[in-house]
Structure formats: structure tokens, C-alpha cells
């Protein structure tokens, strides 16, 4: 149960992030995939992550402190909202940069435990995911976890559901706007850094 969301500091680069500290979940994705939108479902709490119909919204890595509890006793999480890849309406420089800069924060952030690598459910098979998913494999450290998730589940039929699960057995199917697989995904990424 997440008892607690706050925003914490915006970072335009690795260099100007907040101190190394508190387990880190990165939330890694195409733009408009729904990075933000998640880090709001899964802390119920509207707009403490900006989201926008606009591909292109986050711009910046952004933190947050989010306080957890599982009855017994309480944690204390990072979450990190990451600008999306795949983003076309900025100039090719603009874009190398974010590149630059997002790739630094993902390799060298000693920090994260749990990448979580989103993927639009309903374009589950798509060439920049599997390299994104390939990427991130080769530079995982041994005390690091990749998590699939795939959303946007409220525009699946249930052929498309069973199409994922098929090909991805581990598969966490959630909506943010539904909340549907909210608490899977929440428990999933719990698990991954204190289980
Ligand atoms: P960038 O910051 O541009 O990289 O995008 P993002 O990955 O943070 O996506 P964001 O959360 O801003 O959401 C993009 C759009 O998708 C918004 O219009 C959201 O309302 C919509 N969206 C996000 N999650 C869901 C979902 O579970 N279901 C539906 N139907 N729409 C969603
Ligand atoms: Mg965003």
C-alpha cells in the first residue's frame, strides 16, 4: 500500500540529480507509452506526474518519494519518470542530447533496483521495445531487475490479452485509467527491490 507520494526534484542530467540514496524504479518507455500516468496510478495520486495527450511531456528526470507499507512496517521508495524515446517533433541535436543524458542516468545511477521497461499493450511486439528490452539486458548490474509492463489494457480485446500472455508468460497487464493490474504492478515492483 503506498501510504504516501511526493514530488522531490526535477534533473536535467545525471550531474544535477538528487544524492545517491534510496532504492530507485526507473520508468522507462516510448513516449506517450504512460510513464507518468502510471507513477500517478500506482501512488493514487492525479497529476503529482505530468501527463499530457502530447507525446513529448517529460522532459526532464523526475523524482519522487514514495512512502510504502505492508502492514508491519514501512519503506521508502524512489520513483523515477524518465523522458520518453521515440519522441520525433524536436530537432535531431535536441534529441541526441536527451538521448545522452538519459542513457547516463540509466548506466551510471547506482541507486536503481528495478528498471521497469513499459510497453503499449496494444503494440506489443514493436522493433524499439526489443531494443530497448535487449539494451537494457546487456547493462544490467547483478543487483538490478528488468520489469515488463504493458498498458493501456482498457483498449485490449481479450484475444489481444491472450496473444501477450502467450508470448509474454510474465506479462503484468495494467490501466491507469481503470486501475486494472495497479495493485499487480504495484506488488510486482515491491517484490523486485525488497523481496
Ligand atoms: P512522455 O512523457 O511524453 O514520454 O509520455 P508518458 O509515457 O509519460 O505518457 P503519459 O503518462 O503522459 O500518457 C500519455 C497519454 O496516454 C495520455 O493521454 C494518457 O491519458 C494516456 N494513458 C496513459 N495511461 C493510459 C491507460 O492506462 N489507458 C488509456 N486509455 N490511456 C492512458
Ligand atoms: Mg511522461
Known amino acids: 500500500r503506498v501510504k504516501d507520494a511526493s514530488f522531490i526534484s526535477s534533473a536535467s542530467s545525471l550531474a544535477n540529480t538528487t544524492p545517491e540514496g534510496l532504492s530507485e524504479v526507473a520508468f522507462i518507455g516510448r513516449s506517450n507509452v504512460g510513464k507518468s500516468s502510471i507513477i500517478n496510478a500506482l501512488t493514487n495520486k492525479k497529476g503529482l506526474a505530468k501527463s499530457s495527450s ?50 547516463q542516468y540509466i548506466e551510471r ?20 521495445d526489443k531494443e530497448v528490452h535487449a539494451y537494457l539486458e546487456g547493462i544490467v548490474r547483478p543487483d538490478q531487475r528488468i520489469l515488463r509492463i504493458f498498458t493501456k489494457a482498457d483498449k485490449l480485446k481479450q484475444s489481444d490479452v491472450s496473444v501477450i500472455k502467450k508470448n509474454y508468460p510474465d506479462a503484468i497487464l495494467v490501466s491507469s485509467s481503470s486501475k486494472k493490474g495497479i495493485d499487480r504492478a504495484l506488488k510486482a515492483i515491491f517484490e523486485t527491490v525488497f523481496g
Request: glycine share 4%.
Open 109 to 128: 545511477r547506482i541507486s536503481i533496483r528495478v528498471f521497469v521497461h513499459l510497453i503499449d499493450s496494444r503494440h506489443p511486439f514493436l522493433e524499439s
Open 54 to 103: 502530447t507525446p513529448g511531456k517529460t522532459r526532464l528526470i523526475n523524482f519522487f518519494n514514495v512512502l510504502l507499507s505492508d502492514e508491519e512496517k514501512d519503506f521508502t521508495l524512489q520513483f523515477v519518470d524518465l523522458p520518453g524515446f521515440g519522441y520525433a517533433r524536436v530537432s535531431h541535436s535536441m534529441k541526441e542530447e536527451w538521448q545522452k543524458h538519459l542513457t
